[in-house]
Nanobody
Framework: QVQLVESGGGLVQTGASLRLSCAAS????????MAWFRQAPGKEREFVAA????????AYADSVRGRFIISGDNAKNTLDLQMNSLKPEDTAVYYC????????????????????WGQGTQVTVSS
């Protein structure tokens, strides 16, 4: 069983920074990809950023590109999200997701690509 635990959320003001972290434990070694998604109240879960370890690539949603930076350590199964210049519209529950083996059915920016999810961490940005 694979478990993902997020940390680092909180309440900040517009323009501030936060760093989210995710740690994977259990029976998972060298994940194929890990990602961050978020869900705001009343909205669907949306993609934020991802790392494809297999392809050595990263991807960002247009809404966060240039402000957020995704990084991690594949050997340690850890993932971070540095969030800068936060805006009220970034307010959401942020989820970490992971997949152990590559798949061609979905793209690594799609939520269906990931079988493992954390419980989420709340990020609130006040105006």
């Amino acid at each position: 069983q694979v478990q993902l635990v997020e940390s680092g959320g909180g309440l900040v003001q517009t323009g501030a920074s936060l760093r989210l972290s995710c740690a994977a434990s259990g029976r998972m070694f060298n994940s194929a990809a890990m990602a961050w998604f978020r869900q705001a109240p009343g909205k669907e879960r949306e993609f934020v950023a991802a790392i494809n370890w297999s392809g050595g690539t990263t991807a960002y949603a247009d809404s966060v590109r240039g402000r957020f930076i995704i990084s991690g350590d594949n050997a340690k199964n850890t993932l971070d999200l540095q969030m800068n210049s936060l805006k009220p519209e970034d307010t959401a529950v942020y989820y970490c997701a992971a997949r152990q083996y590559s798949s061609s059915t979905y793209h690594y920016t799609q939520s269906d690509y990931y079988p493992y999810w954390g419980q989420g961490t709340q990020v609130t940005v006040s105006s």
